[in-house]
């Protein structure tokens, strides 16, 4: 197996005190457990180059949870993909259904965005998956391929080159009930084969993670699954003793 990628999505949470423990006990804990893993931390915007400042030398990754379309100019309150680079991030998390949902972000403006944040030569982590009602109707794969089909559209069938597509069933988002193991399992083999059958070419190193209520108990039967590629944490990476414990169960899986 290779390399997994576990994010930290900090969402509107956390401060300037909560913080600075966080990265303090994962400086001094994290780098027996980086062998076999990728670790990006997304705090909100205005901690970007704090969180920076601290991890830039630990080998961890800055992530962001999002960007303005527009470079620059008069859009009060947003965030460019240039100022995002200037302050060190390298990931940007794109189409999470909190932005889907709360700010009516449609799979064109999402398309947009992620080829924005490719062009600029930064890693988009592009968040996928169904609502309780849509899987209800067993509608799973049909709301991701359009979520996928999109982005094919704008760029291209080497669009999920350099990029990461993470599989979060709304359902279990921030609900304490994470999808089962084998179930994801078979969604991201799914998501896996059809961006290879769209493409041409066999992209063997799509990357596809999980998210959604993820915990340091239940990440172990997660990580073990071959089309897991890593975690998309919320709630449980605001705690750096959960947030460490589901890294060394990543880097424990892969050193066996
Ligand atoms: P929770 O881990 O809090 O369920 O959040 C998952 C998520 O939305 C990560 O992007």
Redesign the pocket.
Known sequence: MRKKIIVA?WKLNSNIKNISIFLKNLKLNISSYLKYNTVVIAPSTIYLERVYKKINNLNVFLGAQDVNLNKKGAFTGETSILMLKDVGVKYV?VG?S?RRLFHNESNELIAKKFSLIKNSYLIPIL?VGESKDEKRRNQTKEIIKNQLNTIFELLGEKAFINSII?Y?PIW????GLSADPVYVESINKFIKDYINHYSSNNLEEIIVQY????NSKNAQSFLQKPNIDGL?????SLDYKEFLEIIKISNDILCK
């Not at 998210?211 to 993820?214: E, N, R, T, V």
Request: net charge negative; hydrophobic share 40%; glycine share 20%.
């Open positions: 999505n998390i999470h909190e968040c993470a979060e279990a988002i921030g609900t998210g959604g209520s993820i998309l944490v919320g709630s449980a």
